[in-house]
């Protein structure tokens, strides 16, 4: 009897570290998310008419928005390609989380992965933030200031 009992404890215990491998993927894929998605800040200016928001934000006259606009389309093009990396060093990870028994190597080598991805997004929107600082006069740049400001202390 105790041999049947044995064995559905074992199924039990194999059944609970699945299920908490399960919801540590859900809860990871969660965050990630959560840190992806946009705010009611600067980082709007990254969202679906994000520009315009930001045009208004610091009500740029036309001469403004113009030189603005000259280096918009390769900050775009960039930032899609670096999205795209991220988002594919994500998939790598979940898929270690949900097959790994462990914290191995090749999990901590996809963070690392996903880490690099995430700077490089990062410097790319920061060297971003400059050009527009380069073109905009010193009234225009404090408002931006803050709103870079703001957005720093969200983490994203």
């Not at 600067?42 to 001469?63: I, P, R, V």
């Not at 775009?76 to 594919?88: H, I, N, S």
């Not at 914290?103 to 690392?112: C, G, K, L, R, Y």
Request: a negative charge; glycine letters at 6%.
């Amino acid at each position: 009897m105790s041999g049947g009992s044995h064995k559905g404890s074992k199924a039990g215990l194999l059944l609970a570290v699945f299920a908490g491998l399960i919801v540590l993927c859900i809860g990871v894929s969660f965050l990630t998310s959560l840190f992806m998605m946009p705010r009611e800040d600067w980082s709007q200016h990254d969202a679906a008419h994000g520009h315009q928001w930001l045009h208004k934000e610091l009500n740029l006259t036309d001469e403004e928005a113009a030189a603005i606009d000259e280096f918009e389309p390769k900050y775009r093009q960039e930032k899609a390609v670096l999205q795209a990396a991220f988002q594919a060093k994500i998939e790598d990870l979940r898929e270690l989380l949900v097959s790994s028994d462990q914290f191995s190597p090749e999990v901590q080598h996809a963070i690392h992965e996903l880490h690099l991805v995430h700077g490089q997004l990062q410097e790319l929107a920061i060297r971003h933030y400059f050009q527009m600082m380069s073109v905009l006069p010193p009234d225009k740049q404090e408002r931006l200031k803050k709103l870079a400001g703001q957005a720093l202390s969200i983490p994203q």
